[in-house]
């Protein structure tokens, strides 16, 4: 399976947001969770903030995750 370079995501992502469509998003937090979420047909895929902050900080979201730790 060949997996598309970032270039390729970035323009698929660009082509779903010029569209009238709405789209169901499902909640990831790793990789095993992005791709269970695209196996079952979902095309976008978000990461909370609260979710990110549990992962990073093992802590509840009380807005101490940077940005630099976000994008981690």
């Known amino acids: 399976m060949a997996t598309p370079s970032q270039h390729d995501l ?10 009238d469509q709405c789209y169901y998003t499902a909640s990831t937090f790793d990789p095993m969770s992005a791709r269970i979420a695209a196996d ?29 730790e976000f994008t981690e």
Not at 10 to 19: P, Q, S, V
């Open 40 to 68: 079952l047909g979902f095309e976008v895929g978000i990461l909370g903030g609260s979710v990110a902050s549990l992962q990073v900080l093992a802590a509840p979201d009380f807005a101490l995750i940077t940005l630099s």
């Open 10 to 19: 970035r323009n698929d992502f660009r082509a779903l947001l010029n569209t």
